[in-house]
């Protein structure tokens, strides 16, 4: 989890895009440049910029800079006793995905009728359609679709809630999934296949294998990319890996 020193750094840089106040596409000052004026190192700079990257407010673009993509929710994040809500961050929303997501999953499998089924593999043709035609924005969104799909499987109101909140906050990995390059973006769109697969056989516990093992696979990419510090209920699932 980040330390107090780099939730600080992010709350300036949530003023300081506030307050200049900066556009969408505006590049933000050079590291060096807000490491100064910050008082921080630069590698404590680059963990807040990355998790201001995870929520959707910035984009980190290798050998340019750092560019603003949205400037919703700019306030200051809510703090607790001096800490962040886990909820809030990265690490504590890819946690909640592990532990409910394949709970979803395994429910969705247990009611799913066959209309949900085709509506499922059409949200997955969507997904390979996008994969091969559409830039990171449509991949995003159809992936976040196909995750509201599997919610409205189980026909439980709070948990289609549960299962769009969730969705609708995944812009990290959409992202890192929209930069991979295609054999990557092709196991990950095997295992959303294997998902549907297992919903269509009404296997719960596969479901739920199937799903936690997406999750897994998803948190690792966002580890090496940088993105986040894996939540350890899943390091220990991973083993002892190097990121």
């Known amino acids: 989890m980040s330390s107090k020193m780099e939730r600080r750094i992010e709350n300036d840089l949530l003023i300081l895009i506030r307050e200049t106040p900066f556009d969408l596409g505006d590049r933000l000052p050079a590291e060096r440049e807000l490491a100064r004026r910050f008082k921080t190192s630069r590698h404590t700079l680059r963990s807040a910029l990355r998790r201001l990257e995870a929520v959707g407010i910035l984009e980190i673009r290798a050998g340019s800079g750092c560019y603003v993509i949205s400037t919703d929710n700019l306030s200051p994040r809510e703090q607790v006793g001096g800490r962040l809500d886990a909820a809030e961050s990265p690490e504590g929303h890819l946690e909640a995905r592990y532990v409910l997501e394949p709970e979803i999953a395994g429910l969705a499998a247990a009611k799913a009728k066959a209309e949900d089924i085709g509506d499922l593999e059409n949200g997955l043709m969507r997904i390979s359609r996008a994969m091969m035609t559409g830039g990171r924005e449509a991949i995003a969104a159809e992936h976040r679709q196909f995750q509201n799909r599997i919610a409205a499987c189980?026909?439980?109101?709070?948990?289609?809630?549960v299962g769009r909140q969730l969705a609708?906050?995944?812009?990290?990995?959409?992202?890192?999934?929209?930069c991979m390059d295609k054999s990557a973006q092709e196991v990950l769109f095997s295992a959303c296949v294997a998902i549907v697969n297992a919903i269509k056989k009404g296997d719960a516990a596969l479901a739920r294998s199937r799903m936690r093992e997406f999750v897994r696979q998803d948190a690792r990419l966002m580890a090496m990319r940088g993105h986040i510090t894996l939540p350890e209920i899943i390091r220990q699932e991973l083993g002892d890996m190097t990121f």
Request: overall charge positive; hydrophobic content about 20%; charged content about 30%.
């Open 154 to 161: 189980t026909r439980n109101t709070q948990l289609e809630q």
């Open 168 to 178: 609708d906050q995944r812009r990290v990995f959409c992202r890192t999934f929209g």
